[in-house]
């Protein structure tokens, strides 16, 4: 029998359905590691291209002279849209990282009822 205890709706004592449900398993287990990689490079991404931006508008605002209405009318601009794009990221991202977060502390708390 498998490590995990999961229910099927057929017996898998026989070695065929046994080594089906191995796979499926291996591949369901594949599967959603690299669905959580690619999530957790992809949301790190993100916030790392926020953080740059900022510090683009950073330099932008240091570089500001006194006479340069314009360029600080683009400051403010870039500021805007900086702040458009991360409130966007969170309203799009809030659902998907409440629930990661939720199915990781349930496959904490299953490790540690295993356990005991």
Known sequence: RGKLK???PYDYSSSLFFL??????ILATIFST???VVYDCFFSGI???????FEILEHRMKNITTDNNYSA??????HYRIHKFATMVND???TI???QFL????QSLSAVTDEN
């Open 6 to 8: 999961f229910w099927t």
């Open 73 to 78: 009318k683009l400051c403010a601009y870039h």
């Open 92 to 94: 799009n991202f809030k």
């Open 34 to 36: 690299n669905l959580n």
């Open 20 to 25: 089906a449900s191995f796979i499926h398993e």
């Open 47 to 53: 916030m790392l291209h926020i953080y740059r931006q």
């Open 97 to 99: 990282t409440s629930m």
């Open 103 to 106: 199915s990781h502390m349930l």
